[in-house]
């Protein structure tokens, strides 16, 4: 498999740049990984890069987009944070891999099992234990939290099915952030140049769920 060129990205729709990806993720789970010489692909990037498609996942150590989508250096712009969520700087490195870049797909990427989402849910926990930066981080999923639990629900990271909740609405909310928050985004989907999708990883299947 070849490094992505300007001419092979400029005739790669949205749509396309899922599939590829969707395939990426069956090769991977079926252990048929892409023949590439990465080495090959550093010679023929060394001009530049014409990724298809800007992956944000989480820091988890077993999410890591080149891997469990099967591709190689110069495809995916991979942007990490714990929880996947997005914020200013976030949305500029987006508009960057859309906008400047001419990347076709957006991915939002959860997954199960998340310790960020976890943290999120013990936040009483954490406090007070002197990491005000982590602190910051887990309350942007407060809104979110207390928008879905439910009455009498128990809020812990205990709690299976509000953990498996919370990850799909985190997905979902980020989205909408990218919507609202970009408009250089929410015009090129408007235009059709690119789209934007949630997906979920299951860590204990390898497998990529599209939401
Ligand atoms: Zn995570």
């Known amino acids: ?57 989480c820091i988890d150590s077993r999410t890591s987009a080149e891997l469990i989508f099967d591709q190689g250096l110069g495809d995916v712009f991979s942007i990490r944070i714990a929880g996947n969520f997005v914020n200013q700087d976030i949305l500029g490195s ?30 009483a926990q954490i406090e007070g234990m002197g990491m005000d930066n982590l602190n910051h981080l887990i309350n942007h999923f407060n809104p979110i939290i207390n928008d879905i639990i439910e009455e009498n629900e128990e809020r812990s990271s205990k709690n299976s099915s509000l ?35 949630g997906a979920n990883y299951d860590v204990e299947t390898g497998v990529v769920t599209w939401l």
């Open 163 to 197: 953990l498996e909740r919370l990850n799909l609405q985190n997905v979902r909310s980020a989205i909408e952030d990218i919507r609202k928050q970009s408009s250089t985004l929410k015009n090129l989907e408007a235009e059709g140049k690119i789209k934007i999708v």
């Open 94 to 123: 987006m508009e960057f891999g859309c906008n400047v870049a001419g990347s076709k797909l957006i991915v939002v990427l959860g997954h199960t099992k998340c310790g960020a989402l976890k943290g999120g849910l013990d936040a």
């Open 1 to 57: 498999m070849k490094a992505h060129t300007y001419e092979t990205q400029s005739t790669i729709t949205p749509e396309k740049a899922l599939e590829f990806l969707k395939e990426g993720n069956q090769r991977f789970v079926n252990n048929l990984k892409a023949n590439r010489d990465l080495l090959e692909q550093v010679n023929a990037t060394r001009e530049g890069q014409w990724p298809f498609a800007v992956v944000l996942s």
